[in-house]
């Protein structure tokens, strides 16, 4: 699941880069990939404070205090952020591969599937 959805975010990435005429090189599939780490990391916030929402825990400094000082949230956490890294570069690395081997047929080819 989580290769899947860094897939669709590094597809989305190159559309972006490519849609605010960003050129195709050497630092593209970097762009790329920061930019879904970026995703990521901001992704991960926000899902605690949607959980502390959803469970009826007001979000208060006291309380994320608590949340972070507990040991087993933090192994969690840390957990999931390595796992969540994992995929997005399984997820990702098709888009590497193929913009390191051939970066002018992979563009068209996105452009025709996401216009579809």
């Known amino acids: 699941?989580?290769?899947?959805?860094?897939?669709?975010?590094?597809f989305c990435a190159l559309k972006g880069y490519y849609f605010f005429k960003g050129q195709l090189g050497a630092w593209t599939k970097w762009i790329i990939s920061f930019s879904v780490i970026i995703a990521i990391a901001i992704a991960q916030p926000i899902i605690i404070l949607l959980l502390f929402v959803q469970n009826g825990i007001p979000i208060t400094g006291e309380n994320l205090h608590n949340l972070f000082s507990n040991s087993e949230f933090l192994k969690a956490t840390k957990s999931n952020l390595i796992l969540t890294?994992?995929?997005?570069?399984?997820?990702?690395?098709?888009?590497?591969?193929?913009?390191?081997?051939?970066?002018?047929?992979?563009?068209?080819?996105?452009?025709?599937?996401?216009?579809?």
């Open 1 to 10: 699941m989580y290769a899947a959805l860094a897939l669709i975010m590094g």
């Open 85 to 116: 890294f994992f995929m997005a570069f399984l997820g990702t690395l098709p888009i590497l591969l193929e913009l390191k081997s051939n970066p002018r047929h992979f563009v068209p080819s996105l452009k025709k599937n996401l216009k579809e």
